[in-house]
Structure formats: structure tokens, C-alpha cells
């Protein structure tokens, strides 16, 4: 079973920067996905970035150029570096792992709030 705890979630203003930190129980190094999505109020959870071991890191359109995903698996941790945040960003930010297996997980969510 892995958890997941995110952080670094806050109020910023546009053209700011945040970077969130998921933080896994166990190791990262063999799950084969780890993905960041956020969720929008009215809005369905949608796929921000995501990292499958072998491939290139996958981001959203609207978020590439401004956003880097990275795994730091010494720390068993995932980051989001946020740059150039509009207020459109504003969302829960979620960690997202799937090992490969028939479970998937999920973490609490952090919110990140962008002002205009």
C-alpha cells in the first residue's frame, strides 16, 4: 500500500510560482506511474503531469512551459514546480501513483489559489 501526502499549496499571485511535494510511504522507484492532476470547482479532476518510468513526462497543454514534474526517488518524492501561475491554475492539486498492479492511489490534495 503506498500513501501520499502533498504540500506546498498556498495563495499566489499571477505570474508567481509554488512548487507541490508529494511524499510517498515506501519507495518510488518501481511505480511505474506517478502523475499530478487537479480538480477545479465545478470542474472534473484533470491530468496536469505525469511521469511513467521509460517515457517522457507527459503534461497537460495548458500547463507545458510553465510547469515541470520531477521524481526524486532517494526521497521517495514527487514535485510540481509551478512558474507563471494564472489565476485558471487555481485548483486542488493532487499526487497520483500507480504501481502497475490492480490498486491505484491517491493523495488528500493540496489547493493552490492564484489571484488575479
Known amino acids: 500500500q503506498v500513501q501520499l501526502v502533498e504540500s506546498g499549496g498556498g495563495l499566489v499571485q499571477q505570474g508567481g510560482s509554488l512548487r507541490l511535494s508529494c511524499a510517498a510511504s515506501?519507495?518510488?522507484?518501481?511505480?511505474?506511474?506517478m502523475a499530478w492532476y487537479r480538480q477545479a470547482p465545478g470542474k472534473e479532476r484533470e491530468l496536469v503531469a505525469a511521469?511513467?518510468?521509460?517515457?517522457?513526462?507527459k503534461y497537460a497543454n495548458s500547463v507545458k512551459g510553465r510547469f515541470t514534474m520531477s521524481r526524486d526517488n532517494a526521497k521517495n518524492t514527487v514535485y510540481l514546480q509551478m512558474n507563471s501561475l494564472k489565476p485558471e491554475d487555481t485548483a486542488v492539486y493532487y499526487c497520483?501513483?500507480?504501481?502497475?498492479?490492480?490498486?491505484?492511489?491517491w493523495g488528500q490534495g493540496t489547493q493552490v489559489t492564484v489571484s488575479s
Open positions: 511521469d511513467t518510468i521509460g517515457t517522457t513526462t
Open positions: 515506501g519507495s518510488i522507484f518501481r511505480i511505474n506511474t
Open positions: 497520483y501513483a500507480d504501481p502497475g498492479g490492480t490498486r491505484n492511489y
